[in-house]
């Protein structure tokens, strides 16, 4: 996105004479006062005009847009998206052929994609958006499945009276795993190790301890 | 895969222009060097190697389309 220089008597009329060139409202514009003028000496000699530089501000989706163009032509996918605006974050849908290499084992590919952006984008923006990718349901269907593991789970876990340690998942899937268990009245969920190898742990529910 | 990793690099450091891209291809595989400024280091691995690890696994993508096995290996 490209300045624009505009200057006048006040920096008020700069910025006017600016957002005019811009064709934007104020809000839409980030501006740099070049020079604050100076009325001079009797309002004769020496008066120098106000100077501003403004730019309309880089629209989130148009960056996000730009650089999953990228991303997605450099792995080489078959794939075609859509951004959309949700409150307080952007949601980023996949669909195509190669929608299977772009979610990955256990979704591991199409969640770095949805980091790498996420840092990338807000690099070049000055309000920190926030970035949730999905591809053909996905993120439903997963969900989904981490409710029926945890079901199943807590019935091994009441059958044999032995904790159950899952396999590593990240923040979002531990949360629907501990969700899933929280009003259980016979087994507690916790969850240890580091990420990203952290894991949710289903014990029985300690006597006395219901809540 | 070049163009990849020097993609990511570029869109996530502060000098792009110290991004340096050289790759390796033998029978086991490619292997991808990259170089980046030694402050930018952090934003290239990520708490935890968070970040590399996402890079790798975009690479790993790439190397899955072309049926290549791949390895990132970064340097300051």
Partial sequence: MSWVEASGTTIEEARQEAL???????????????DSGSKGFLGIIGNKLARVRARLKPAPAQVIKEFLTQVVQAIGLDVSFQVKPEEERWRVEFEGRDVRILIGRRGETLNSLQLITSLAVNRCLDDKVRLIMDAEGYRDRREETLQRLAKRLTERVRRTRQEVVLEPMTPNERRVIHMTL?????????????????????????????? | MKELVELLAKALVDNPEAVAVHTQEDDSGVTIELRVANEDMGKIIGKQGKIARAIRTLAKARGAKTGKRVSVEIQP
Avoid: M, N
Avoid at chain 1, 20 to 34: D, H, K, Q, R, Y
Avoid at chain 1, 193 to 201: D, F, I, L, S, W
């Fill in chain 1, 20 to 34: 005019e060139l811009l064709g934007a409202a104020s809000e839409e514009v980030e501006l740099e006062i070049l």
């Fill in chain 1, 182 to 211: 929280q009003d259980d009245p016979w087994v507690e969920t916790c969850s240890t190790g580091e990420e990203p190898y952290r894991k949710v742990v289903i014990s029985p529910r300690r006597k006395g301890e219901r809540h």
